[in-house]
């Protein structure tokens, strides 16, 4: 729905909250890897994977995909959450320590800056308190929302 409305993007996020919350918990990709959806809020988003032997690499850590994946799935929930389509323009990940078989990796998303077309994020991946990664990403808001805006 493309349309041009006096409810503020906060409303928005708290009006249809459940209807954004489980789209983004049902993302397909995100179920098949085993994401957790946490937490959303305005801007921001929470979520875990718990580490199995089939998303390591050669060296038996934690494969740079399964480490890109999380972080980005939290980037879209984060910038999905007011009910604007937003798609990734970009990001930039910076990977710090290796991830192993049992770890529970959380990974969390927050809003920089946003305005009617862009938005920039922080997105941080941790394990027990130890920093493994981070990403700076961009997206771009489209006009439609997918929730149905009066």
């Given at each position: 729905?493309?349309?041009?409305?006096?409810?503020?993007?906060?409303?928005?996020?708290?009006?249809?909250?459940?209807?954004?919350?489980?789209?983004?918990?049902?993302?397909?990709?995100?179920?098949?890897?085993?994401?957790?959806?946490?937490?959303?809020?305005?801007?921001?988003?929470?979520?875990?994977?718990?580490?199995?032997?089939?998303?390591?690499?050669?060296?038996?850590?934690?494969?740079?995909?399964?480490?890109?994946?999380?972080?980005?799935?939290?980037?879209?929930?984060?910038?999905?959450?007011?009910?604007?389509?937003?798609?990734?323009?970009?990001?930039?990940?910076?990977?710090?320590?290796?991830?192993?078989?049992?770890?529970?990796?959380?990974?969390?998303?927050?809003?920089?800056?946003?305005?009617?077309?862009?938005?920039?994020?922080?997105?941080?991946?941790?394990?027990?308190?130890?920093l493994l990664a981070t990403m700076d990403a961009l997206v771009y808001r489209k006009n439609h929302y997918f929730v149905p805006v009066e």
């Open positions: 729905m493309s349309m041009k409305t006096n409810i503020t993007e906060q409303e928005i996020h708290q009006k249809y909250y459940n209807e954004i919350f489980s789209l983004m918990e049902q993302e397909p990709f995100a179920q098949f890897l085993g994401m957790k959806l946490i937490h959303m809020g305005e801007g921001t988003a929470t979520a875990e994977l718990d580490i199995k032997d089939h998303m390591l690499n050669a060296h038996g850590t934690v494969h740079g995909a399964i480490i890109f994946s999380l972080a980005d799935y939290v980037f879209a929930a984060a910038s999905n959450s007011y009910g604007k389509t937003s798609v990734g323009l970009s990001t930039n990940v910076n990977f710090m320590a290796p991830g192993n078989v049992g770890m529970r990796l959380i990974a969390k998303a927050v809003e920089e800056k946003r305005n009617n077309r862009t938005g920039w994020y922080k997105i941080r991946v941790e394990s027990d308190g130890e």
